[in-house]
């Protein structure tokens, strides 16, 4: 398992710096077998030196490339390919550990996906603000997968939201209602950033 500070969603990709020894043996073993580890938030604490607390949903990332270089540290990127939970968190050695199950979402229903299209071009329009204020934003013209699971997950990480939203978005049981929190949760997104062009636009 590797913990972060950041949420990983399934089709996303993560590239990451590896330097902590322990993570370093983790990739060693993880390049060594099938290239899989766990990614999970880490709730409370840092991602450097352990003692964290972790959240119990996570993403299983594979890797695509990894290069370790000459002073051992790793340049590694992965992609998320699936949801897990943590049944039970084991000793921290070599790195941290968990036995872990498969957390698939059920296949949704028509009825289910009726946000999909709000959803999408309520977080293109939030994009496109991003981009109007100047920050660095994934185009509001990437094209989402077909899978509505997957097109959950990509809206859900494209969307300008906090941490604790995106991981509360990967652990929602069904895309009906990842949906409906995303829809919950995008008007506070676009107020925060009409208020900041707003105070763009005075300056």
């Given at each position: 398992?590797?913990?972060?500070?950041?949420?990983?969603?399934?089709?996303?990709?993560?590239?990451?710096?590896?330097?902590?020894?322990?993570?370093?043996?983790?990739?060693?073993?993880?390049?060594?077998?099938?290239?899989?580890?766990?990614?999970?938030?880490?709730?409370?604490?840092?991602?450097?030196?352990?003692?964290?607390?972790?959240?119990?949903?996570?993403?299983?990332?594979?890797?695509?490339?990894?290069?370790?270089?000459?002073?051992?540290r790793w340049a590694v990127v992965t992609v998320g390919v699936r949801r897990?939970?943590?049944?039970?968190?084991?000793?921290?050695?070599?790195?941290?550990?968990?036995?872990?199950?498969?957390?698939?979402?059920?296949?949704?229903?028509?009825?289910?996906?009726?946000?999909?299209?709000?959803?999408?071009?309520?977080?293109?329009?939030?994009?496109?603000?991003?981009?109007?204020?100047?920050?660095?934003?994934?185009?509001?013209?990437?094209?989402?997968?077909?899978?509505?699971?997957?097109?959950?997950?990509?809206?859900?990480?494209?969307?300008?939201?906090?941490?604790?939203?995106?991981?509360?978005?990967?652990?929602?049981?069904?895309?009906g209602l990842r949906l409906a929190d995303l829809h919950e949760m995008l008007?506070?997104?676009?107020?925060?950033?009409?208020?900041?062009?707003?105070?763009?636009?005075?300056?």
């Amino acid at each position: 398992m590797f913990p972060l500070g950041s949420v990983l969603f399934p089709s996303l990709v993560l590239p990451l710096h590896v330097f902590e020894d322990r993570y370093r043996r983790l990739m060693h073993d993880v390049t060594a077998d099938d290239g899989e580890f766990g990614v999970c938030l880490i709730e409370r604490g840092s991602e450097v030196g352990g003692g964290d607390v972790r959240c119990g949903v996570g993403t299983v990332a594979t890797v695509q490339e990894a290069a370790e270089l000459p002073d051992g540290r790793w340049a590694v990127v992965t992609v998320g390919v699936r949801r897990i939970r943590v049944v039970e968190w084991l000793p921290d050695d070599p790195y941290p550990r968990a036995e872990v199950e498969d957390h698939p979402d059920p296949t949704p229903t028509e009825a289910e996906t009726e946000l999909l299209g709000a959803v999408t071009a309520s977080v293109h329009l939030a994009l496109d603000k991003v981009a109007s204020l100047g920050a660095s934003a994934t185009s509001s013209t990437t094209d989402l997968a077909d899978d509505p699971v997957l097109a959950s997950y990509q809206l859900s990480a494209l969307a300008p939201l906090s941490i604790i939203d995106q991981q509360r978005l990967l652990s929602a049981p069904t895309v009906g209602l990842r949906l409906a929190d995303l829809h919950e949760m995008l008007p506070e997104a676009h107020q925060m950033l009409d208020l900041r062009l707003g105070e763009s636009g005075r300056g």
